[in-house]
């Protein structure tokens, strides 16, 4: 369980390289068209393979620690292990977005009746 541990840490740090190269590709082309605010769209790109990727890191610990080594000093460590990456997901979803994962769009016609 220790190796499945790791190798679905190793997938997380894949999704977040991968996906910064896929995003600094996409914003080369986008550069060279010239088109809308690039930007924003590279931060976006990034701001998701990062938040994948930490999906998977976070999944990668929880087996590791309850399964391998489930003492409550790990136990302690991976609470806050998660808290924090939970608070930079959340704050990632908020950047991205512009609003909290919780929120839903109320479509326009909802809010004239």
Known sequence: MDIIGTSVDGVGVCIVAGGAIVATARLIVHRMQRTGNYYSFYRQDIGRAILLGLEFLIAGDIIRTVVVAPTM????VLGLIVLIRTFLSLSLQLE???RL???????PQAMDQ
């Open 73 to 76: 000093q790990n136990v302690a």
């Open 96 to 98: 991205i977005e512009g």
């Open 101 to 107: 994962p919780w929120r839903r769009d109320v479509p």
